[in-house]
């Protein structure tokens, strides 16, 4: 089976703009979970899509949202980015039932300027 | 947040066992111990999770005690590709997916 792919791997953006980043679990799963990873904070989690719904959400201003559509693909947006937004976002699935392990993706590194 | 507790750093000879220990005092009966590593900037790999008994895999073996409060992560054979930032996670008895990382266990393994 294909492992969890986002795109874009690298992506430059700056202050203000806004940026949508995506994420293609592994074939079945049905849970994405998407993580931002920074230095100075470590690994935080941002939310959990099931099923097209939101089901869980971390401790992160209203800028970060995301969506997740039938074909379970998700996808993050953060709107009017700030240089603290830098970072790698980590996006993982499951199958999303019970107690599950969660796989991760490469990640997309971003920087904001 | 982190219900987890582990040495910032070890190091470890290549050939030997590696021991990475984790203190999960708070846990409560029905969550589980999972452990991933991280290989600098890459997506964290999941090595191996269990919940009251011992476990083992391919990669690694997981020693929880027997009252739960702590465990211990053995990669019996470390190589250099072991060298990695070890993260252990008690997962959040909440319905879906939700790990909570700690700041892991650096772990170098010298030649």
């Known amino acids: 089976k294909a492992g969890v792919t986002q795109t874009p791997r690298y992506l430059i953006k700056t202050r203000g703009q806004q940026v949508t980043l995506s994420c293609s679990p592994i074939s079945g799963h049905r849970s994405v979970s998407w993580y931002q990873q920074t230095p100075g904070q470590g690994l935080q989690f941002l939310f959990e899509?099931?099923?097209?719904?939101?089901?869980n959400k971390g401790n992160f201003p209203g800028r970060f949202s995301g969506r997740q559509f039938s074909n379970s693909r998700s996808e993050m947006n953060v709107s009017t980015l700030e240089l603290g937004d830098s970072a790698l976002y980590l996006c993982?699935?499951?199958?999303?039932?019970?107690?599950?392990?969660?796989?991760f993706g490469p990640g997309t590194r971003l920087l904001v300027l | 947040d982190a219900k987890t507790t582990q040495p910032p750093s070890m190091d470890c000879a290549e050939g030997r066992a590696a021991n990475l220990p984790c203190n999960h005092s708070t846990i409560s009966g029905n969550e589980y111990v999972y452990w991933y590593r991280q290989i600098h900037s890459q997506g964290p790999q999941y090595i191996i999770h269990?919940?009251?008994n011992n476990e083992t895999n391919e990669m690694a073996s997981l020693i929880i005690t027997e009252d739960r409060k702590s465990s211990t992560l053995i990669l019996p054979h470390a190589t250099l590709r072991d060298t990695a930032v070890y993260y252990c996670i008690v997962r959040v008895a909440l319905s879906g997916n939700q790990f909570y990382f700690g700041t892991g266990t650096s772990l170098t393994v010298i030649p």
């Open positions: 993982a699935s499951s199958g999303g039932q019970g107690i599950e392990t969660q796989y």
């Open positions: 269990g919940l009251k």
């Open positions: 899509y099931f099923s097209e719904t939101q089901r």
